[in-house]
């Protein structure tokens, strides 16, 4: 082999580890990156049960807030009723005197 056939043969050799390295890099960078990515993946599945949690229980209070309305609006009813049957009591009471 002629001494340029070596320096070729060598600079050859010294550019196949280069590319050797840069790909073994790349891989562990794109591993980390998998990791990062699944670790996001898993953060946001999370994030979105606990809005579907939050959201679920919000709506529970609103329809517990709206229910507790009724309830007021049912007695307030009730006592209006119980005003005018005492008012109608005391007119038939005025009646038969």
Do not use: P
Not at 29 to 47: G, H, P, V
Not at 51 to 76: G, P
Not at 90 to 95: E, R, S, T
């Amino acid at each position: 082999m002629t001494e340029e056939q070596q320096k070729s043969l060598t600079t050859f050799e010294t550019r196949v580890r280069q590319l050797m390295l840069l790909c073994e890099t790349l891989r562990e960078e794109k591993n980390a990156l998998l990791i990062q990515l699944r670790s996001r993946e898993t953060a946001l599945l999370e994030a979105e049960k606990a809005l579907r949690e939050k959201t679920a229980s919000y709506d529970n209070l609103k329809l517990a807030k709206m229910i507790s309305f009724r309830k007021t609006d049912i007695k307030e009813a009730q006592q209006s009723l119980s005003g005018i049957v005492r008012e109608i009591d005391k007119c038939i009471a005025l009646i038969n005197e």
